[in-house]
């Protein structure tokens, strides 16, 4: 990935970036929080696959840490009431799949949806970030992929017997996703990350998930849409 150059505009101890961080960096830390805990019941959920889960939940709990220092660095409360709520949609139709047994539903939301947006919003902040954010986030992205890879791999073996499944977990929540999208618009801007770009890398790695799960490209156009107009 190409290092681009620091935004010299950007203050990052001015009250309007410091107001628009406390809910960013919330966010960060509630989604790395959420996917510890995902990924924990995804290991009850997939007993084959239990210690290679464990693991990664243990490395979400690390990156959660780390942007908790993020904001200490920039003497920042994160606003953790509002990214819970921020959250909510997706926490509450996973640990509903997860009451269910439905695993393919569980790995659509975490190991795609949540992977995702969390790849393509650290791919926009990463060059607009302070020194010590853009350092932590590096090394936070590069598990992020693993991740993703991990829910593409079991979802492409059990493609045929998921595909419905997905479709329909794609049409529930994928919604909510550019709901999120819109509501951190305003913040990621102050932060220097533009909107446009963070839907067109999200649309670019979800995309190139479901491809290589083996959807048609036909498929992840109509896939990608939904609710895009919301």
Not at 72 to 95: I, W, Y
Not at 103 to 125: G, K, M
Not at 155 to 178: D, G, M, Q
Request: proline share 2%; hydrophobic share 45%.
């Amino acid at each position: 990935m190409q290092q681009l150059e620091i935004n010299p505009a950007i203050d990052f101890h001015s009250d309007a970036y410091k107001d628009a961080y406390s809910r960013i960096n919330a966010i960060v830390i509630e989604g790395e929080q959420e996917a510890f805990e995902n990924y924990q019941q995804l290991a009850e959920l997939l007993p084959d696959a239990k210690e290679q889960l464990l693991s990664l939940s243990k490395m979400e709990n690390r990156h959660k840490k780390g942007f908790q220092a993020c904001g200490k660095n920039l003497q920042v409360t994160p606003d953790m009431d509002f990214a819970r709520e921020f959250f909510s949609g997706l926490h509450g139709n996973f640990q509903k799949a997860a009451a269910e047994g439905r695993i393919v539903t569980c790995l659509l939301i975490q190991s795609l949806v949540i992977e995702c947006f969390a790849i393509s919003a650290y791919n926009i902040y990463i060059p607009v970030a302070d020194d010590f954010a853009r350092k932590i986030t590096e090394g936070v992205v590069k598990d992020e992929y693993m991740h993703l890879n991990f829910g593409e791999e079991w979802l492409k073996v059990n493609f045929e017997a998921s595909k419905e499944e997905l479709e329909e977990a794609n049409r529930e929540n994928l919604p909510i996703v550019w709901r999120m999208l819109n509501e951190v618009a305003d913040d990621a801007a102050v932060l220097g990350m533009e909107k446009e770009a963070l839907v067109e890398d999200f649309m670019i790695s979800y995309g190139e998930a479901l491809s290589n799960i083996g959807f048609t490209t036909r498929d992840i156009m109509r896939m990608s849409a939904y609710g895009l107009a919301a």
